[in-house]
């Protein structure tokens, strides 16, 4: 008899009494359907989105993204409730709002619960899900760190992982003759691994070869997430023994395994444990002080919370920087003049050369001012949650207890009444005076989110994302492959559905250029002026190539289109018969290596006999 009351009360009266409270204050959404809520509403658009193809130059991404909250916005206002099974989602997009309620007191708002299968991802004993005591003593311990002096020391990891992906890099692109000057690379995967490799190292003083296991488990669990989020969850279905289930246990076995080497071969192998990540948690296990100390439970949680939020946030940032970057060559053209000026051409940036870049200037200067509109377009935190301890008041709005609050944040990014009439274009610009002045609230970026919760690997994020970009910069110009797919979606952070696939071309000049040209049986002449390169065209045809007036190439030309000619002799000392020679008059040797590069892609290209 009480199993059918407290039914009766959680599928139907609850959702019943919390519908009418809501619609008191003015605040509708789509109908409850007992048990599953709105659920298979949500699927469906999902699924249904993800047919979608994005114009490329589109940043309106929240349509795609979210597309149940897109609709229930245009029917409903901004405020709306709708239902994950029995539980109620709150909806709210005004900024003052949300400040309000990310500094207010944890005794009414806490992290909104999540599913059981999430916390073997992240670990339920790690600093993201801790609340109250438990929560402060995990910060108290972990802020040291994240110091300026301990992310001195990690800028190094990053360095050396960075070079030493931009060497493999090199030596594939040496490999394969045919892609000459080009490489193809698909940058969600490259900057995966690479992100990986610098929490690995950084962090856990492991590597991406040991944290690997890690990684990819991490991966897997991630996937059974998302296809858990789309099925209704009753308590308790967690330890029913579905292949799903069967599935997650085995991949959280596996996970805490893997940890646990890293933990033990450290604990194994030095006696002061260190000074990086691990190493500080380690000699927290020794204190005598209980506010001062960790389990090792905890520990092993704490990694599996860093490992997945070092890499997972970081590579998404990296990857939709260089995709907007590819997209907006004029902007990738400025930050590369910024790098040389500030870090040198061929130098390899070490922790002084980067703080040129540093923090405390951030928002002066541009490589900054792109990261932070990427991250307002494409933060890959796309909402925040929190949920009701108790009745509640935030602003106007009464909110009963267990009402799960969720900010949209990708949606709050593009508002028009917060970041003016050209919120949907690709404008760092609008970064020039801070990021408090960009919008006409001051906390209307809340890719970090503000108050005590706010991201503790915050400024580890950035100085990460601008070492990675200012030593890709250094060495390559990218360009988006023809073969990309503008598809962001939510798969816990946003994500490209397909991956950005995207042409790299070595941009630096001189030594490099010169092997470059050499080893893709291009010859070069002594003279820098014109600059003239050899290619291997049949006899006697011409060759004409035609710059587009609005690529960035056609800034150095004297003219604003410039075709370039074939002059018919060929020097018998350097090339083989049948070599022609073209003369790229007037033209820097940067932009003639982009052009013979991306042949036949970016520019009209025509060939003839004379
Ligand atoms: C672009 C990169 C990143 C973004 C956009 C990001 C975003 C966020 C956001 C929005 C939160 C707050 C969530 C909330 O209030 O509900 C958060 C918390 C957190 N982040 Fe990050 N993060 C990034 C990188 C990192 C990195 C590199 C690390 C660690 C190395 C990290 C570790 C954490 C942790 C541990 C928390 C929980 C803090 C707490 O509850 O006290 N994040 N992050």
Redesign the pocket.
């Known amino acids: 008899m009480e199993i059918i009351y407290d039914a009766f009360m959680i599928l139907v009266w609850r959702p019943f009494v919390l519908t009418r409270r809501f619609k008191k204050q003015g605040i509708l959404g789509p109908k409850y359907r007992i048990l599953y809520g709105n659920l298979s509403e949500m699927n469906r658009m999902k699924r249904e989105s993800q047919l979608l193809i994005l114009d490329r130059s589109s940043h309106d991404i929240f349509p795609r993204v979210f597309p149940h909250y897109h609709q229930w916005m245009s029917l409903y206002g901004e405020t709306f409730l709708y239902w994950d099974g029995t539980e109620p989602m709150l909806c709210i997009s005004d900024p003052e709002l949300v400040k309000q309620m990310?500094s207010s007191n944890s005794d009414f708002f806490v992290?909104a619960k999540i599913r059981p299968e999430f916390l073997k991802i992240v670990g339920s004993k790690?600093?993201?899900f801790?609340e109250g005591v438990d929560?402060a003593r995990?910060?108290r311990i972990?802020n040291p760190a994240?110091s300026i002096d301990r992310l001195k020391v990690m800028t190094k990891v990053m360095v050396d992982c960075t070079l030493r992906m931009l060497d493999e890099w090199s030596n594939q692109r040496s490999d394969d003759k045919t892609e000459k000057l080009l490489m193809k690379k698909d940058m969600d995967t490259e900057f995966r691994r690479l992100t990986a490799d610098i929490?690995a190292t950084a962090?856990f003083g492991s590597s991406y070869a040991q944290g690997i296991e890690v990684f990819r488990t991490q991966q897997e669990l991630e996937k059974c997430c998302v296809l858990s989020l789309a099925n209704l969850f009753l308590p308790g279905t967690q330890y029913l023994p579905t292949p799903l289930n069967f599935r997650i246990w085995k991949l959280d076995r596996k996970m805490k395994n893997s940890v646990k080497k890293i933990v033990d071969s450290r604990l194994e192998s030095e006696t002061d444990y260190g000074d990086d990540?691990l190493g500080i948690m380690l000699k927290s296990c020794e204190s005598e002080r209980k506010e001062r100390k960790l389990s090792i439970e905890e520990i092993i949680d704490e990694c599996k919370?860093?490992f997945f939020?070092?890499?997972e946030?970081?590579s998404?940032?990296l990857t939709w920087t260089t995709m907007l970057l590819s997209l907006h060559q004029d902007w990738q053209e400025k930050l590369r003049e910024e790098v040389f000026k500030e870090c040198g051409k061929d130098e390899t940036p070490n922790s002084d050369t980067l703080s040129k870049l540093k923090l405390e200037h951030v928002y002066a200067l541009q490589m900054n001012m792109v990261f932070m509109e990427s991250?307002r377009l494409y933060?890959?935190?796309s909402f925040?949650?929190?949920e009701a301890l108790k009745d509640s008041k935030l602003g106007h709005l009464e909110i009963p207890k267990g009402t799960t609050i969720i900010f949209p944040?990708l949606k709050m990014h593009r508002d028009k009444l917060i970041w003016g009439s050209d919120a949907h274009k690709f404008n760092p610009l609008r970064f020039e005076n801070g990021v408090s002045r960009a919008a006409n609230h001051p906390n209307a970026l809340?890719?970090?989110?503000i108050?005590?919760?706010?991201?503790?690997?915050?400024n580890?994020?950035?100085i990460?994302?601008k070492t990675v970009l200012t030593m890709l910069l250094q060495r390559f110009r990218l360009n988006l492959s023809d073969e990309y797919k503008h598809a962001p979606m939510d798969h816990l952070t946003v994500m490209p559905q397909y991956g950005v696939p995207t042409r790299a071309v070595l941009s630096t000049e001189t030594e490099t250029m010169k092997s470059v040209l050499l080893e893709t049986e291009m010859a070069w002449t002594a003279s820098w002026w014109p600059w003239k390169v050899w290619t291997q065209l049949p006899n006697k045809l011409s060759q004409t190539l035609t710059v587009p007036s609005e690529h960035p190439v056609a800034k150095y030309l004297e003219v604003p289109i410039q075709v370039t000619h074939v002059t018919p002799s060929c020097n018998k000392n350097s090339r083989e018969e049948g070599s022609q020679m073209i003369s790229f008059l007037s033209i820097p040797p940067v932009a003639a290596i982009g052009m013979v590069a991306e042949l036949g892609e970016n520019f009209t290209h025509s060939t003839e006999s004379v």
């Not at 809340?446 to 989110?449: A, C, D, G, I």
């Not at 108050?451 to 915050?458: E, L």
């Open positions: 990310l992290r790690g600093l993201t801790l929560w995990h910060r972990l994240f929490i962090a990540l919370n860093f939020a070092g890499y946030n970081n998404n940032l991250l933060g890959p935190v925040l949650t929190r944040l809340l890719t970090f989110s108050g005590p919760r706010a991201c503790i690997g915050q580890f994020a950035m990460e994302a």
